[in-house]
Each structure stands twice: as structure tokens, then as C-alpha cells.
């Protein structure tokens, strides 16, 4: 029994201890949440506030799931997006953004079971995305609620966007529409001060036969469209059940509305301007072959703008019903329908210029009862020239801008517009479309400033002149082409300046290097004369005394008179020889260059001196137009050849030498080649002056003086080749006389 108590007392200490820690971390965990705020206080965040990205906790009735009947039937819609609503102001839930960052906890368990007037409580991240919206972390449902009765919408609010996601009920005539899902239609709903657009689903019950011109009531939450910046467009009012669409006033077979006038469609009725549609008859003066035409009735051109496109031709007499357009500064008809009435003729285009446009305007009188100003969308003629094409993409028209004389005109055309020339005097016949100075200004009456046109096709655009060839593109290129060749002569004057001067330079020095090698000679030419004179003034006379004397005492009496006449006679013949040998030195000394004597004569006497008493023989070519060379050139090719074959002589044990004297094929040069079949040498381990042997050297030293080049080839063996070659040049005998 005891322990039995003492069980009982350990268990209720055990079950106090928990309920207590577990109050604990209850109370712990509501202190970690944010405090509750309230959805107008979240909605009237402005954008730059810091509580943007901060954690909020709200709570509400759901009032929109998706975007309500046209969501998906396949889901409840929430995996995307749901509205909360609060004492009758409401913001967007966006569950998709939550679940593509992971943020949202236990989605696959909540997201799915969302519905409306359910009450919940919402834990997230504050954003801005036009409006205020939660991106939530946890989402738990506390119950179900009813939702509070929409108000009737109070139109200026609603149209300005002040109703973001309030419930409200509008209503008005449904004026167009557009097919730009495969779940529903968006459709523009007028209400007398400014229209809204809504979307609903594509049942039969919503069909545009059934609503277009219908008057209709929707309750739903205001919204808003926007553009990429974010800012407001239009409102518009989603429907969150097919029990809040109601059919007021039901549509009518649309060419059974009243019929007016082309030039009445907008004006004064003491009923106000209609809501519903109109019907008007005209011409078909355009047709883009989409949703724009242009009808005629009276002179009087309209612009139209059907629902859908339709099969229709130029020159088609139409039955238009449409509702009035304002958009632009003259009125129009939108949401149209059409049917054929007959094929007439198309009306003429009517030549214009803009200034009778202007007389127009400014001859009109309000209190006349002339005719009114109907240029604009009336179909007309211009001429100009053609300043601009501009090729349009896909379907953006080209355009094609065009100097009428007073004004720029520009034609809007799809195609044909490839083979025009810029500069070419051009006739367009189109749709006009008048240029005002500012079409939305409170302004009765305003002149305009400029015209437009919409040709109908290539065919209304006829070429009058071609272009001038004297276009400013071509002067552009000829100018430019100018330019780069008086640009192209002065650096090539540039060039050829400064080659010339190179040239000059190097004339110049070639010119001195010749004139030091023709005084060099020169002076060499007298020293050896002189050198001749006194070698003749001096040692002949002496060498003759000496043999004068000897003679002389061979004659003598003697005891030894024979012997005595032997040595005599010996030593007189050796004096002669002697005699003989300067002889032939001062005559060689002389010989360089021969007086008045051609350079190939005093080559043949130099053969025949060194060949004097040898067996070897020189066997000489040379061409027949041989030129007159200057005497110092003429003199260096002598003692150049006179010292190959002294070395082939003393050299080479040959029996014959080849001496070939030729001009090159320019003549500006002579070539010289003394050849032999001797015994050759190696050319790499001749001898050099270091060793006392100037001849090669020498050889080679007097022909670069001149400008020339200088060869030797050898094999042993094989002989040696001696190749020489000396410029002539016209100034040579300038240097001469110098």
C-alpha cells in the first residue's frame, strides 16, 4: 500500500514537471513570433519603408484562390498565389515564390487544401511587387469564416487603382475583347467615365457573341495591370465565382444598333455619348489584313477596328458595327463587327500638300455651314522625294520618309519598298493620318502640323524620276575617294622626296669615291711619270757611261789583251741587258694611260710586253661596241689585268689565259674575267698582305675604289677564275676634267 502512494505521488510530480516545461516552451515559441499586424497597415507600406523584408504575421479570410474561375480546374490554385482579406482590405500570398526558395513549411501539406472564406494565419517576408505582397513561411489554418458583403464599387476610386484587392461590385457594357489564353478571355468592360478588364473563362455562357455589347455586373477583387516599370496601367476586377457574373441587359444582333452618319458617330446627343454599339456604312479604303481598316462614306474617312480579322477587299461597301473609339484626336469605331453590303469602286484619291490641308482647317468656320475638314482617314495623293527607307521586321512596317516641300510625311508599307532608291520623286497614294502639335490638349480646334500615310500596298507607291546620280552618298564617296588620293599623292611625294634624297646621298658619295680613286690615280699616274724621268735622266746615263767605259777599255792595249777583251765583252753584254730591261720599265711606267689611244690597245700592248720572250699566250675577247672609259677607270682595269697575269705567268704553269673583256646587258657596267687551266690554289689559304703579298689584294682594293665588285674562284687543279666588274656612269668624264 505504501509503495502503491509513493507510485502515485512520483507519477504526479512526473506529469506536473512536464505540463510545466511544456508550458515553457510554449510560451518561449509565441515570443519567437512576430507580433500580429494588420493587412491596411501592411498595404499602406510605402515602397522605400524598411519593413520591406522583414518578417510580418497576419490574419485573414481567404478571399481569392489563384485567379479565381479561371484558374485550373485541375488545382485549387493556391500553389501559385491567394489573397487574404481583413476587414475588407486584402494582399496577395505568393506561395510560388516561397516554394521555388524553399522558405514555405510543409507546402505539400497545406497548399492543397486552401479554399475560400477559410480563416488563416500567415508568418513571412514582407515584399513589393507593384503592391505590398507576403512571401510566407508558414501558413496555418485556424478555421473557417464568411466573408463580409462586397461594397458598390465607388467608380473614381476603383478606376484609379485606390481599391487594390478590396471586394467590390462595378458594372458596364462590354466593348471588346482579347483571345490571349486557351483558358479564358480578357474583356474590356465600359463604364461610362473609364473602363476595367476582367477574365473569364472559355465556357459558352462567357462567349463574345453572348457579351460583346451586353451590360453586365461582376463582384470581385479589384486589381490592377502593370507595366515592366511597375506602374499602373488599368484596373481590373477578378472573379472568384461564377455567381458573381450577372447579365444585366443581354447583347443584340449587332447590325440591328442605330445607324448614323460617318460624321455623327461622335457627336452631340442629349443623351450623352453612347455606351453601345453604332452602326455606319463606307467604302473599304484600307485593309492591313489583320484588325485596322479604313472605311470612306462622304469624303469622310474612319478608322476601324474589328474584333477579329476578316475577309475583306479593297473597294467592299461594309456594314460596320462597333462601339466609338476615342484614343485618338478624331474618333473611331473599336470592337467591330462587319458584314458586305456590295462591291462599289473605290474612290479617287484626292491630291494633297500639306498647305492645302492647313486652308482647310483655317477656312472652316463653326458658325458655317460649309463642309468640315475630312482630310484624316480619307484616302489621298502626295508627292515628295525620298529621303529614308527604313525596312521594317516581321510585322513592323517599313517606313518610308519622304520631303513633301512643307512638311515630312512618312509611309507606313509592309512590303515592295526594296527596289526604291533614296533621291527618287515618289507618288504615294494612302490612307491619311494628320500629325496635330498635341492631339490630347483641352484644345477646340487645332491646325495640324504634319501628314501621314497608309498605303494599301506596293501598287500605291509610283516612282516618278530615279534618284540623281550626284546622290549625297555618292558625293560622300567621291569626296572621300578624292581625299584618300591627294592624301595617297602627298605621302608617295613624301616618299619619293626623301628616296630622292637617299639617291642624292648615295650619288654623292659614290660620286666622291670615284673622284678620291680618278685623283688617287692621277697622282700615282704622275708620280710614275716622274718617277720615269729621272730614272731615265739618271741611272740610263749612268748605266751608258758604264758601257762606254767598259768598251773603251776593251780597247786598251794589255799583256792579257784576250781574257781582258772576254770579260769586257762579257760585262758590255750585261750592261746592254741591263740597259734593256730599265728601258722596257720606263716604257711600261709611260704606258698607263696611252695617250690618245683606245682602252682595248693599250690592254693588247700590256699582253704582248708581260708575254715578251714566254712561251704562255694570252688569247683576248671583247665585244664589239666596247664603250670609251674615263682614264682612271680605264687605268685601274689595266693594272688590274696587267697583275693577274703576271700571277698566272709566275703562277699558275700555264700555257694559255683567257681574257674576256663584255658590257652588261644594262651597260652600265664592264665585266672583265681572266681565266686559265693551270694549276690552280685554295682560296681559302692564299696568301695575305701580313705575309708581303699585295697583289690580290691590291686587285680587289682598286676595283671597290670604283664602285665595283671584285671575284676570284679557284680550284687546285682546276685553274683560276678572275671575275671583275666596274660601273660607268655619265659623270665619269665630269670627274675627269676635274
Known sequence: MLQEQRFMIGFINLFVFCLVSACGIAERCVADQPPLVSISALMATPPDSPSINSVVRVRGIISLVGEGITTNKDGSGAENSFVIEEEGVGIWIHSSRALREGELHEPEKVLPGLRREMQVEIEGVLAKLGTPIIIPRRITVLGTAELPPARSAYLKRFLNGADELCRVTAGGVVQGYEDVSETYWSYRVETGIGYFMTRLPKLPEYAPSRLIDARIRLTGLAASRWNWRLEFTCPRLIVADHQDVAVLKAAKDPFSAPKVLA?????????????????????????????????????????????????????DYLEVSGFVERSEYFAGISGASVRNLDDVSIPRPVPKTLENIIDDHDDFELWSRGSIPTTDGQLIQISGRLLRVQRGIEEIPSQLVIDCGSTISTAYVDSGVQDLLVGSELKVTGIARLRYPNPLANVNLQSPEGVDLLPRGPQDIAVLAPPSWWTAQRTFWILLFVASLLLSILVWAMVLRRSLRVRTEQLAVEMQSRRDAAIEFQGALRERSRLAANLHDTLM??????????????????????????????????????????????????????????????????????????????????????????????????????????????????????????????????????????????????????????????????????????????????????????????????????
Do not use: W
Open 263 to 315: 460624321k455623327h458617330i461622335n457627336g452631340y446627343t442629349p443623351s450623352g455619348r453612347p455606351m453601345n454599339r453604332l452602326r455606319v456604312e463606307g467604302v473599304v479604303t484600307y485593309y492591313d489584313g489583320h484588325r485596322l481598316l479604313y472605311i470612306q462614306q462622304a469624303g469622310l474617312g474612319l478608322r476601324v477596328i474589328l474584333n477579329q480579322s476578316e475577309s475583306i477587299e479593297l473597294g
Open 541 to 738: 746615263q749612268t748605266m751608258t757611261g758604264i758601257a762606254y767605259q767598259i768598251d773603251a777599255c776593251g780597247h786598251a792595249d794589255s799583256d792579257s789583251v784576250s781574257q781582258q777583251a772576254d770579260h769586257l765583252e762579257t760585262a758590255s753584254r750585261m750592261v746592254q741587258y741591263a740597259q734593256e730591261d730599265l728601258r722596257k720599265t720606263v716604257s711600261t711606267l709611260h704606258c698607263l694611260p696611252p695617250d690618245d689611244r683606245e682602252f682595248l690597245q693599250s690592254v693588247r700592248q700590256i699582253v704582248e710586253r708581260v708575254c715578251l720572250g714566254r712561251t704562255m699566250q694570252v688569247k683576248i675577247t671583247a665585244t664589239d661596241d666596247f664603250p670609251t672609259l674615263a682614264d682612271f677607270v680605264a687605268g685601274n682595269l689595266l693594272l688590274v689585268i696587267q697583275e693577274a697575269i703576271h700571277n698566272a705567268l709566275k703562277h699558275a704553269e700555264t700555257e694559255q689565259v683567257h681574257l674576256d673583256l663584255t658590257v652588261t646587258s644594262d651597260r652600265r657596267a664592264i665585266e672583265v674575267t681572266i681565266r686559265d687551266h693551270g694549276v690552280g690554289f685554295d682560296v681559302t689559304d692564299r696568301a695575305t698582305a701580313s705575309e708581303g703579298h699585295f697583289g690580290i689584294l691590291g686587285m680587289q682594293q682598286r676595283i671597290e675604289r670604283l664602285g665595283g665588285s671584285f671575284a676570284i674562284d679557284s680550284e687546285i687543279g682546276n685553274g683560276t677564275v678572275i671575275v671583275v666588274q666596274a660601273p660607268i656612269h655619265h659623270f665619269d668624264a665630269m670627274i675627269e676634267c676635274e
